[in-house]
Antibody, heavy 113, light 114 residues
Framework: EVQLVQSGAEVKKPGESLKISCKGSGYSFTSYWIGWVRQMPGKGLEWMGIIYPGDSDTRYSPSFQGQVTISADKSISTAYLQWSSLKASDTAMYYC??????WGQGTLVTVSS | DIVMTQSPDSLAVSLGERATINCKSSQSVLYSSNNKNYLAWYQQKPGQPPKLLIYWASTRESGVPDRFSGSGSGTDFTLTISSLQAEDVAVYYCQQYYSTSMYTFGQGTKLEIK
């Protein structure tokens, strides 16, 4: 069974750094892309970017280029989304997705002073 | 980037009636070499991740009730719920996976009971 398990909820202060994770199991991790999706409170789904774990090729949506970093460690079948300096506007639910139809449970990130 | 536009933004339908949601892409998502439309439909209920309903524009995901159907090609697509049930109240999204690495979503359509 394909599973994507994300790390737990985070509460951070503005300016802090953060790295959240998404661990894949039940399939060949290097064979399928992993994308990250943002959902701000009460809003729709926004595509942030994608990584191909086999070669770590990474692409970002223009809206998120330079704002976040996507990476992966294929040795432990895990993808990451990280921020170097969080803003209050980064408060959202973040989902990882692999292929068409496989989603993690989401990681809620709250940034507040 | 391919822009996906759904209509309407919200919809209220009586139980047992038909619900229709439209999705339009700013460019074709039909790949000519395999004649497949790279378009998916998702259902999202509060507090849950999106759930895949339809892929390749019209192929129902395993386990999805047959009252859900997808149609369309090129730039214009439709999700139809033939007989609305109470459990279908949710927000519905279309997503294109044609554009390399940029798999954009529509803005969502909120479906409620009238």
């Amino acid at each position: 069974e394909v599973q994507l398990v994300q790390s737990g909820a985070e509460v951070k202060k503005p300016g802090e750094s953060l790295k959240i994770s998404c661990k894949g199991s039940g399939y060949s991790f290097t064979s399928y892309w992993i994308g990250w999706v943002r959902q701000m409170p009460g809003k729709g789904l926004e595509w942030m970017g994608i990584i191909y774990p086999g070669d770590s090729d990474t692409r970002y949506s223009p809206s998120f280029q330079g704002q976040v970093t996507i990476s992966a460690d294929k040795s432990i079948s895990t993808a990451y989304l990280q921020w170097s300096s969080l803003k209050a506007s980064d408060t959202a639910m973040y989902y990882c997705a692999s292929g068409v139809g496989y989603w993690g449970q989401g990681t809620l990130v709250t940034v507040s002073s | 980037d391919i822009v996906m536009t759904q209509s309407p933004d919200s919809l209220a339908v009586s139980l047992g009636e038909r619900a229709t949601i439209n999705c339009k892409s700013s460019q074709s998502v039909l790949y000519s070499s395999n004649n497949k439309n790279y378009l998916a439909w998702y259902q999202q209920k509060p507090g849950q991740p999106p759930k895949l309903l339809i892929y390749w524009a019209s192929t129902r995901e395993s386990g999805v009730p047959d009252r859900f159907s997808g149609s369309g090609s090129g730039t214009d697509f439709t999700l139809t719920i033939s007989s609305l049930q109470a459990e279908d109240v949710a927000v519905y999204y279309c997503q294109q996976y044609y554009s390399t690495s940029m798999y954009t979503f529509g803005q969502g359509t909120k479906l409620e009971i009238k």
